[in-house]
């Protein structure tokens, strides 16, 4: 399982330019705000939702600063309905816990249950801060980066206009 130390292991091992930045555990974007964790404009807010029926379940990356109702996500992605997947599920499937979730937590998605699903603002945006498994740190890399890594490592990432 990735923590904070393999993801950015990771991120080295293959070569993937990053900047990393230290600080107290944040849990909500309010709280990175306060913190004044660098490039606030680059920030993601990462929703982990699941379907109905439990049989599906979405890792949402989105800016920091957007709006999106589920049901507009549920339309977007043709889903079924969406709520948030249970405190359970998130360290179950992703061994993360609420306030860390990051799509770097998809590396811990042995299973390939979780679909990452990226906004196109991120990739517009060019470059995206996200926590390294941990929320005691941050990382601003090129999402395009971030996407392919997540490929690379066997998991599906698309890429929605949210």
Partial sequence: MYGKRDALELLDREKIAYELYEHEAVFTVEEAKQAGIPHPELGAKNLFLRDDKHRAYYLICLPDEKSVSLKEIQTRIGSRRLSFASAQDLHEMLDLIPGAVTPLGALNDAEGRVEVVFDQ???DAGSI???PCDNTATVL???ADLIALLRRHGHDVHVVDL
């Fill in 121 to 123: 603002a991120l990739l």
């Fill in 129 to 131: 801060t996200v926590h």
């Fill in 141 to 143: 890399l090129a999402t």
